[in-house]
């Protein structure tokens, strides 16, 4: 399999700006560490910082790991992170009676959304398997 630029630095780079929340560690697949980061402020800022640096290797990494094809990560991730709680991501992926869901119960009252947190590079990449396959 030819390898895909999954992921976008640019976009990985826009997410850490809030990376104190850990934002750009679940767009780069590291939903534990992107926890952590949550709860410390990445960790205590420290962490943050460090990861200013380690974007391009975590994007590198992410591309290795993830399947590319017709539905975006970086648009996938957009939508989750600004109107997650909307399920529009949901939709965007076409899966429309969980979308809407969201939509009436505020994203399933946010376990759905952070379940999307951690879950959502694997939903793209399984999405773009079943194109290809």
Do not use: C
């Not at 996938?76 to 869901?101: C, D, E, P």
């Amino acid at each position: 399999m030819p390898h895909t630029d999954t992921h976008s630095k640019a976009f990985g780079y826009l997410l850490w700006i809030f990376g104190f929340l850990g934002a750009h560690r679940f767009y780069y697949g590291k939903p534990v560490t992107g926890t952590i980061w949550f709860f410390t402020l990445g960790l205590f800022f420290i962490g943050w910082i460090i990861d200013f640096f380690l974007i391009p290797g975590m994007d590198a990494e992410a591309d290795l790991r993830f399947r590319g094809g017709d539905t975006s990560y970086n648009i996938s991730w957009l939508l989750l992170t600004f109107l997650g709680v909307f399920g529009i991501h949901r939709m965007y992926m076409g899966k429309w009676i969980t979308g809407v869901i969201y939509l009436f119960t505020g994203g399933l009252f946010m376990l759905g959304v952070l379940y999307d947190f951690w879950t959502l590079n694997d939903q793209v990449s399984v999405k773009n398997a079943s194109f290809i396959d």
